[in-house]
């Protein structure tokens, strides 16, 4: 609940804010994690996913608390937007990347962050060792 209670609430309050100013179009930045976490039988055979597809926040083996906040909080969006009478909906749009790259606006790590930090830091055997530090692109060539 630590982090789906603040997925779920935190897109609700954006939503509400959004239909409150008459914003015409809101861009969702979810996860891939909104996606995969399904159970084997619903993934597709062709391994293409589109709209359809999303990761079952049902309780079992298949899914962890990340993907189902990020699902949650995705679909909430959605149903707060297909409630809307037709006159009032704005446009909805969701991105789901499988990483990202930045600074943390938080001091908790995040998924990304956390796979960039073990790359730095040699903690995962099959790469090669990374020198941490500025590289003049002209000593390599």
Request: glycine share 6%; proline share 7%.
């Amino acid at each position: 609940m630590d982090l789906i209670n603040p997925a779920v609430n935190g897109t609700r309050a954006v939503m509400e804010a959004c239909h409150l100013h008459k914003v015409k179009k809101v861009v969702i930045t979810s996860s891939i994690a909104a996606i995969l976490s399904a159970k084997t039988e619903d993934k597709p055979k062709d391994h293409i996913y589109t709209e359809n597809n999303w990761s079952d926040p049902s309780p079992g083996d298949h899914i962890e608390a990340y993907p189902k906040s990020k699902t949650m909080a995705e679909k909430v969006a959605w149903e707060f937007r297909e409630k809307l009478p037709e006159a009032e909906k704005f446009d909805v749009i969701t991105i789901n990347p499988g990483f990202i790259l930045g600074p943390a606006f938080v001091g908790a790590g995040f998924s990304s962050g956390d796979v960039i930090d073990k790359i730095l830091n040699g903690k995962f055997p099959m790469l090669p060792k990374v020198r941490i530090g500025c590289v003049d692109v002209r000593d390599v060539a």
